[in-house]
């Protein structure tokens, strides 16, 4: 038998992954000298880091094109409070460098990067 097109749509619904999607977005303070900027860098991508290793963060980059968005990251959980305090607990964050936006995101089944 055929399967229709609502069938179709609750099968795949039904299987969806969700996780978290993290914009980070240009904050005020971004007129650190170079020295203090590298610093806030390095600390900012081991934090990154630290978040993948664990399992949480498991995407993550910069962006380009856009004057606003200067990154994302897809967490591994729905936590809102879990996914701010990632965010907040970031050196970038602490100096100002970035704001963030946390938006539900999910993914059909069998999606994936290679």
Same mark, same amino acid.
Request: charged share 30%; net charge negative.
């Given at each position: 038998m055929q399967q229709t097109q609502q069938e179709f749509l609750q099968?795949?619904?039904?299987?969806? @992954? +969700?996780?978290?999607?993290?914009?980070?977005? @240009?904050?005020?303070?971004?007129?650190?000298?170079?020295?203090t900027l590298d610093e806030i860098q390095f600390s900012h991508l081991k934090h990154l880091m630290n978040l993948r290793k664990? /399992?949480?963060? +498991?995407?993550?980059? +910069?962006?380009? /094109?856009? *004057?606003?968005? !200067? /990154? !994302?990251?897809?967490?591994?959980?729905?936590?809102? *409070?879990?996914? @701010? @305090?990632?965010?907040?607990?970031? +050196? /970038?964050f602490k100096a100002g460098r970035f704001t963030y936006k946390i938006l539900p995101f999910f993914t059909f089944p069998e999606s994936k990067l290679s």
């Open positions: 099968e795949i619904v039904s299987r969806v @992954k +969700p996780y978290s999607l993290v914009l980070l977005i @240009k904050g005020q303070n971004r007129d650190q000298d170079e020295r664990q /399992g949480v963060l +498991p995407i993550y980059g +910069p962006t380009d /094109g856009d *004057e606003n968005i !200067i /990154g !994302i990251g897809i967490y591994n959980s729905t936590d809102v *409070e879990f996914v @701010k @305090k990632c965010c907040e607990d970031d +050196p /970038g």
